[in-house]
């Protein structure tokens, strides 16, 4: 059976759902969201200040690419590449790049552990943002350590590596108080065609956690979509001796991007060299 994880995002940004309008907005503004990943690159890795040359990007779980495209727009790259699992992800990118008239960014629609021989690798920066590490690690017993040997592996030894990870410790709480399994209601504004979300958060005897989401549709409660993600949860801790023991000898955490309002509650983020 095909893990979860895997076909998650499959028609995800499903470019033919959207106007011309409303994609142009919506590119606009994810650009415009990259912006606090912009100023953390630019403060924190020095060789994106001045040498574009040596700043050849891999994204792992790139989505609709929309960071490396902003890399882009603020000339701090010379080469990007991005895997993404979800082929109408992949599609999204790919018009996404041409709205933005990007020249120096290819999507490929493949596991990124699939490419032995990556393009322009080895890179000076690999990026997985937004939990993609932890959506990883729980597809096979020996993903994490793959995925963290591809990193090294195709990592220049003075390139850095982003994460952004999330401790989910609130959660395993709330999981443990509520014996097993902890739900929760969301609702959404009156533009979502979805009015309600129910979460549904339990955890597997290996302590990963099983998210699952139901939503209703607006009007039509009995119309459903069904969303499920496993996630492994990193304190700092586990994810500072993960890193040691896969080469890396640098490693900072920070609580936020830029202001302490742009991450959500217990995400943080890893920089290591
Ligand atoms: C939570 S989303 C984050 C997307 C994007 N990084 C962002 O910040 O918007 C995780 C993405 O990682 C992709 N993904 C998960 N495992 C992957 C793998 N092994 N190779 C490539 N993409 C993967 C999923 O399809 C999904 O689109």
Redesign the pocket.
Known sequence: MTHP??I??EN?ENFDSFSKEQFEDYCNL?INDCSKHINFIKKNILNFRNDIEKSKIC??????S??LYALEKNKLISSGIG????KS?VNFANKFGEFTKSKIIKNVD????LDKNPLNSPFDLI??????LQ??SP?NIDQEEK?LKWIRKNLKNDGYLIL?LWSLSNYIELIEKQNGIFRKWESYSAEDPWEFCLAEISRMTNGDIIWDKTFLKRNKANERSFFR?ILRPYSKDQISNLLKKYGFEVIKFFDFWETSDDSVEEEYIVLAK
Do not use: C, M, P, T
């Open positions: 994880n895997i998650a995002y995800v994810k994204e792992i779980g790139s989505g609709n929309k960071l895997y993404e699992l979800s992800r493949q596991d990124f552990l990026i997985a943002v937004d939990i993609v959506l990883i597809i995925a952004e993600n």
